[in-house]
């Protein structure tokens, strides 16, 4: 499971955009798990049920990646197995005197969410365009606050700025991502 590294000029080589072989039904699922997790979640009310469900629907589909056809759309793919797991616990739950959500009621919001999907994946290529566009140093404080996770005030001491001064600059690039990606949906 390792991507290609896209070749950048030195001053973005941390750049956290990367080539893809797009047809690698391994990738695909390693890039889902974050929308897969939140598609669950919006479908059962306990957390642990979602870990569960999440290993459940993770293991059949490495089970049985080599039935997905290339050239569809992996996370429908995946969204749908997950829904055909959660339908699964529901019928073995139901055989239980406790009662939880009705299977049209899943269905439901089920749709709603696969409905969703390709709005995602576009929000998804609008956020990365706009980073593109920052400067090399905005997309180094970026990839630093989102990406590493670490705190305003290490990265301050790194640079050798205030805390607050960056928390500023910070809410320009947030400002400034915001701005460019809202362009560029009204003019898709």
């Known amino acids: ?31 889902c798990q974050a ?13 642990q049920d ?14 049985h990646l080599d039935q997905f056809e ?3 759309h992996f996370k429908a793919w995946a969204f749908s ?3 055909y797991c959660i339908l699964a616990q529901q019928r073995d739950r139901s055989r239980s005197r ?3 959500m009705e299977d049209a009621t899943i269905e439901l919001l089920a749709n709603s969410a696969i409905d969703r999907l390709p709005g995602e994946d576009e929000r998804i290529h609008t956020l990365r365009h706009c ?8 997309r180094s404080l970026v990839r630093q606050v989102y990406i590493d996770k670490k705190s305003l005030t290490h990265i301050a001491e ?18 400034a991502l915001r701005v460019c990606i809202e362009q560029h949906i009204t003019r898709h």
């Open 35 to 47: 929308s897969l997790r939140g598609y669950l979640i919006s479908l059962t009310a306990n957390m």
């Open 158 to 175: 790194n640079l050798g700025r205030s805390a607050n001064a960056l928390h500023k600059t910070i809410s320009r690039i947030r400002q």
């Open 70 to 72: 290339q050239g569809s």
């Open 98 to 100: 406790i009662s939880y």
């Open 81 to 83: 197995v997950a829904r």
């Open 1 to 31: 499971m390792t991507a290609k590294k896209q070749s950048h000029p030195p001053e973005s080589q941390h750049s956290t955009i990367q080539l893809i072989d797009a047809d690698d039904p391994a990738i695909l699922l390693e890039q």
């Open 131 to 138: 980073i593109q566009k920052l400067a090399p140093g905005e």
């Open 50 to 63: 979602v870990d569960d469900l999440l290993q459940e629907t993770n293991h059949y589909l490495v089970e």
